[in-house]
């Protein structure tokens, strides 16, 4: 196996903190400098507060893959700053190495975070963070500075404790655990589940376990703010998850499945099951609030129904475009339609996609749904017609391991997570008005890609 050499740090500080060595922690690298994209998992769209509807930051967490540094990052970015950069390249694409100009805050969060989800107002980021096994929570102000009461610092502001370490709930005669490696994280607020003001502002949060098992948290006041505590853990749900994606038109959250290496799927005609999740929340006792299983869809022979990736959803919810390994498509659901056969899916369109498939977010552009397709074994990101299945145009080369994206339809951007070159890519979607192709117009951050011996 070949290791990256900035991996050897990391180790060295694990093997001496496993010996009991004292002051173990100053084994390990010091903290990035300012602006420094490391490994981006994942990107979200703050949602708009002007008149013309454009977001105003874009968030990006790092996920400090190579354990180069000590932590890994959350930030946020002026796409203002950003479309003007793309408007000033003459000759596309154009680098700007340095990010800090961009760049609105910043705040040191664990390594290996795998995913971000934004509070339904918009003023809060959860994060599932792998190294620390826990949740950590982010205030977002206005202006796009970012908030975990870390100390004042020379450098970037670190999360304080508390923001990283969630507390349980026990009061309720259940002792819940954060155990398994997470999949998945989705938000929602509690006011959507119970229709009473009295409860805005408060969210929950779902985290999904690769080991069969979801994790809810619950916001309780505390110190006049609220803070997410799990409460409840629901066991005995499919295994190998491998996403969770949050269907607001009926507060449910999608799971995506894999089965992994030399597994079987023991029936004669596969399908594919993408489970339902829900929260019932108690305002009596929130505390006593739980996640349940919520059914499934069913979905028969695209494939041998053994890879879902993501979901995506589109026409307020009654569209559902599935993101699939093998086969390697789109496969849209009309959930609203008769199906064929009871106890299926109505399946609308299947669309090939290219190698490796990641993630798949919607986004409106010019008055037509787009999908937008990470492809992060095939090196591309694809813009699918929501409403008919067509692949817009050609996959767009020109990113290195495209993780996530977001699409944002009023400046006429897509923005890419790319975590091969730890830069983040800004695609224009504006020639399609005028039936050109599309492509990487500006690349943000300086490009650093994985070294290995």
């Not at 680098?95 to 969060?109: C, G, K, R, Y």
């Not at 307020?316 to 299926?344: K, N, Q, W, Y």
């Amino acid at each position: 196996m070949r290791l990256d050499r900035r991996v050897l740090p990391y180790l060295l500080g694990l093997a001496l903190c496993a010996a009991g060595a004292s002051g173990c922690e100053a084994v390990f690298p010091p903290e990035p400098p300012p602006g420094t994209i490391l490994f981006p998992v994942a990107v979200e769209l703050v949602p708009a507060q002007a008149a013309d509807g454009a977001p105003p930051f874009l968030l990006l967490a790092n996920s400090n893959y190579d354990a180069r540094w000590a932590q890994g990052t959350l930030q946020s970015y002026d796409l203002d700053a950003i479309a003007s950069a793309v408007d000033a390249c003459a000759s596309p694409p154009c680098t700007e190495a340095d990010a800090l100009p961009f760049l609105v805050d910043e705040v040191q969060i664990g390594p290996q975070v795998h995913s971000i989800a934004l509070s339904p107002r918009g003023d809060r980021v959860y994060l599932a963070i792998r190294s620390e096994a826990d949740l950590t929570w982010v205030d977002l102000g206005a202006e796009g500075q970012l908030d975990c009461e870390g100390a004042p610092t020379e450098g970037i502001e670190r999360c304080a404790p508390r923001r990283r370490t969630t507390p349980v709930a026990t009061t309720c005669g259940r002792e819940p655990s954060l155990v398994g490696d997470v999949a998945g994280l989705a938000t929602g607020s509690i006011e959507s589940l119970t229709g009473e003001p009295a409860d805005a502002g408060l969210d929950w949060v779902l985290m999904v376990h690769r080991n069969g098992r979801a994790s809810l948290f619950v916001d309780r006041p505390a110190g006049g703010a609220s803070v997410p505590t799990l409460v409840h853990v629901l066991t005995g749900i499919p295994t190998d998850a491998t996403n969770a994606a949050f269907d607001a038109s009926r507060n449910l959250v999608w799971m995506t499945l894999t089965v992994p290496p030399g597994g079987t799927v023991p029936m004669r005609t596969p399908i594919r099951e993408i489970p339902l999740l829900g929260v019932a929340y108690d305002r009596d006792e929130p505390e006593c609030s739980e996640a349940f299983s919520a059914g499934r869809f069913a979905i028969r022979g695209t494939d041998d129904g053994l890879d879902s990736r993501d979901v995506a959803f589109s026409e307020g919810g009654r569209f559902a475009h599935v993101l699939s390994r093998r086969s390697e498509a789109i496969v849209t659901l009309d959930t609203e339609g008769e199906p064929i056969f009871s106890g299926e899916t109505l399946i609308r369109s299947v669309t090939a996609m290219p190698f490796g498939p990641a993630r798949i977010a919607a986004g409106t552009f010019d008055g037509r749904e787009l999908l937008a397709v990470t492809s992060f074994d095939g090196q591309r990101v694809t813009f699918v017609d929501a409403a008919t299945g067509d692949i817009v145009g050609v996959p767009v080369p020109g990113v290195q391991r495209p993780q996530d994206v977001v699409i944002d339809g009023v400046r006429g951007l897509a923005y890419v997570a790319d975590f091969g070159d730890s830069v983040l890519r800004v695609i224009d979607l504006r020639p399609l008005r005028e039936g050109r192709e599309i492509r990487v117009v500006l690349t943000l951050g300086r490009i650093t890609p994985i070294r290995t011996f």
